[in-house]
């Protein structure tokens, strides 16, 4: 039963770091014109910060475990993955097969959380 909470929870802070991303990608490629790959960068860097502080103190339960310093370099090896992953796959589906770039984008998040950010984060960053 745990565990199902657990994964309610992250999923809950993942989709508030990933609404906070597609609520400023937008803006960045529609008013600002910003390239695709730089946008597409940037929004990672705020929703990871969102991500690690909910993921401690809230999915993972995470508060008396760990040092925040060593968890958070941790982290940053996760999202090192998941920000070249979700800059180059979305550019991919963007710039070559043509798919509009927040859907493509929005394609890319959900692949690169079930397949390398959830497990990376649950079993290696916030470990018990």
Known sequence: MKQFR?????AIASIIATSVEFAILPVLIH???????IAFASVQLVANAISFLLYKYWAFEAREHGAIGVQYVKQLVIFGGSWG??????????YRLGVQPVLAFAISN??????????GNRYWVFRK
Do not use: C, E, F, M
């Open 31 to 37: 008013v600002l014109h910003v390239r695709y790959w």
């Open 6 to 10: 657990t994964i309610g929870r992250a």
């Open 110 to 119: 959900v692949l690169v959380y079930l397949a390398w950010n959830y497990p």
């Open 85 to 94: 992953l979700n800059t180059a796959i979305p550019s991919l589906l963007a």
